[in-house]
């Protein structure tokens, strides 16, 4: 079901008629909540997601809730690079400006690599959010002013390093905590990152923790973990809040490459103010994904890549 009005993310929104937001993993959580309140304020919402069949009902749950048919569903598996380049294509060729990409689709607490070979929250997390938003840096840009929103989160304060060793193996504990909080921590670099290589462009990034939420991300990890963890969560509701806030406050037009909690601006870990790892973090993830590069403070023209 969709969440009563009661329950409404605790933001209040701008009217968004005439903008279009990208939302990944919006077919549950944080993600559809935010899709939801998105959809709500009159934004033409476009819901990537891997399964089609696990999202339409959840569009046509959101379509009857907010009377607002400019709901539409992109196929996107970021585990995947060449699923991300079709993904992206089809995106393009829709011919719609980007005003909003709200990178939202995350994983937890799961052991295994992706079919590219790399730990996989790290590849879904980073590496997948990484690639699907340099392909569609160029329509962002030409569609601005506009926003790119990455969902991290507090674990990566936990966090002082990237061991890049480790990345082509699953995750080593029971929990895969260590490695979570590695691609949390590579969210919130590589938004510092975008917002200094997208200056002057009228593109603004953001990065936040969105409080420790109850939802599917957490499905892997066993029992009683799961259970204890729960007991402390927020609801989606509340969950969603700082994503839609970044999304859309006025007074965030000119702020760009922060890190939130809360609705309000936090200072990161200091691995996460690291330029020389941010640089190599950048140079890491070019190599492997293949991304075309952004220029720093540029008029946002892309190298061919």
């Known amino acids: 079901g969709v969440p009563e009005l009661a329950d409404r993310a605790e933001v209040d929104l701008p009217d968004m008629t005439g903008r279009v937001?990208?939302?990944t993993g919006a077919n549950t959580g944080i993600g559809r909540v935010t899709a939801l309140e998105l959809a709500r304020k009159g934004a033409h919402v476009i819901v990537a997601c891997r399964s089609r069949d696990k999202t339409m009902p959840v569009i046509e749950a959101i379509v009857a809730e907010t009377g607002n048919p400019q709901v539409e569903f992109l196929a996107l598996d970021l585990a995947r690079f060449d699923a991300i380049r079709e993904s992206a294509a089809e995106l393009l060729a829709r011919d719609l400006p980007i005003h909003v990409l709200v990178n939202n689709a995350g994983l937890a607490g799961v052991r295994e690599v992706s079919?590219?070979?790399y730990e996989v929250m790290f590849a879904v997390n980073h590496l997948g959010t990484f690639l699907f938003t340099?392909?569609?840096a160029e329509r962002i840009i030409a569609s601005g002013p506009?926003?790119?929103?990455?969902?991290?989160?507090?674990?990566?304060e936990r966090c002082?390093?990237?061991p890049w060793d480790e990345l082509k193996q699953p995750a080593r504990s029971l929990t895969g905590m260590g490695a979570y909080q590695v691609s949390k921590l590579c969210n919130v670099l590589f938004s510092r990152l975008l917002a200094k290589r997208l200056e002057g462009t009228g593109v603004t990034t953001y990065s936040l923790h969105p409080g420790v939420v109850a939802t599917d991300i957490w499905r892997a990890i066993p029992w009683p973990f799961d259970a204890i963890g729960k007991a402390f969560m927020i609801s989606v509701e509340q969950g969603a809040a700082t994503s839609l806030y970044c999304a859309t406050a006025p007074e965030l037009a000119h702020v760009s490459g922060r890190y939130y909690d809360a609705c309000k601006e936090k200072k990161p870990n200091r691995a996460a103010l690291?330029?020389?790892l941010g640089a190599e973090l950048w140079e890491r993830s070019l190599a492997i994904t293949g991304a075309p590069d952004l220029r720093p403070a540029t008029t946002g023209a892309l190298r061919p890549g």
């Open 21 to 23: 937001c990208v939302v």
């Open 115 to 117: 079919p590219e070979g």
């Open 134 to 136: 340099l392909l569609l």
């Open 146 to 156: 506009a926003r790119i929103v990455t969902v991290a989160s507090r674990a990566h």
């Open 160 to 162: 002082y390093r990237i």
């Open 274 to 276: 690291d330029d020389a």
